[in-house]
């Protein structure tokens, strides 16, 4: 199975700052990786696909990036509505994986 | 509006069996390859089983190969989850995703687009 590595696990961030995570893969997955926002006692929500390709009507301050074996995702400048846990996942293989997660907190 | 709505979930002791349904609304089901993924209590997520939109390939994790089984009926819009002999670190918060694809310059790459809000499950003597 490919292994997706986040760090950090947690960063703490002020509304405003520029936040920046990311996911490394075990083996490379070319851009086959894909980030998801999850509020708690919510759904995931997808935020990215294809590493750099922006989901319909999520906000653009979201960007990722990258190929291979390392992605980023940078939040440009954070909301109040941003502090959540980000997850990434790759979807080049089955078993289709996640990374741990990187919580934002405040 | 799209909407997915999971059911079915609920205190099972271990070793019993459960059948979750995820009922879809708002798109064309039958287009979709659909996805079961969960999420143990104050852990991450994970994906459990996969089926194509005609029912010609289905995947299921190590995890839950061989006891459980995903089935779909196209004809009711609807996506399921047979469990059985469910152990306690099957307890978790299942969600139902639909799958689409990107067509990257002809290589298709995969996303969950659409989830549903979940169906506890929780397996307890």
């Known amino acids: 199975d490919i292994r997706m590595t986040q760090s950090p696990p947690s960063l703490s961030a002020s509304v405003g700052d520029r936040v920046i995570m990311t996911c490394r893969a075990s083996q490379t997955i070319s851009t086959f990786l894909n980030w998801y926002q999850q509020r708690p006692g919510k759904a ?18 979201f960007s990722g990036s990258g190929s291979e074996k390392d992605f980023t995702l940078t939040i440009s400048s954070l909301q109040s509505d941003d ?19 990187t919580k934002v907190e405040i | ?9 609920g205190l099972v002791r271990p070793g019993g069996s459960l059948r979750l349904s ?38 299921y994790a190590d995890s839950v190969n061989g006891r459980f089984t995903i089935s779909r009926d196209n004809a ?16 978790a918060v299942y969600f139902c995703a639909t799958e689409e694809y990107y067509d990257s310059r002809g290589t298709y790459i995969s996303y969950f ?12 003597s």
């Open chain 1, 44 to 61: 995931p929500r997808l935020l990215i696909y294809a590493a750099s390709n922006l989901q319909s009507g999520v906000p653009s301050r």
């Open chain 1, 83 to 101: 502090f959540a846990t980000y997850y990434c996942q790759q979807s080049y293989f089955t078993p289709r994986t996640f990374g741990q997660g």
């Open chain 2, 1 to 9: 509006e799209v909407q997915l709505v999971e059911s079915g979930g």
């Open chain 2, 22 to 59: 995820c009922a879809a609304s708002g798109i064309s089901f039958s287009s979709y390859s659909m996805n079961w993924v969960r999420q143990a209590p104050g852990k991450g997520l994970e994906w459990v089983a996969s089926i194509t939109s005609t029912n010609d390939y289905i995947y």
């Open chain 2, 76 to 91: 009711k819009n609807s996506l399921y989850l047979q469990m059985n002999s469910l152990r306690a670190e099957d307890t």
């Open chain 2, 113 to 124: 687009d659409y989830w549903g809000q979940g169906t506890l499950v929780t397996v307890s």
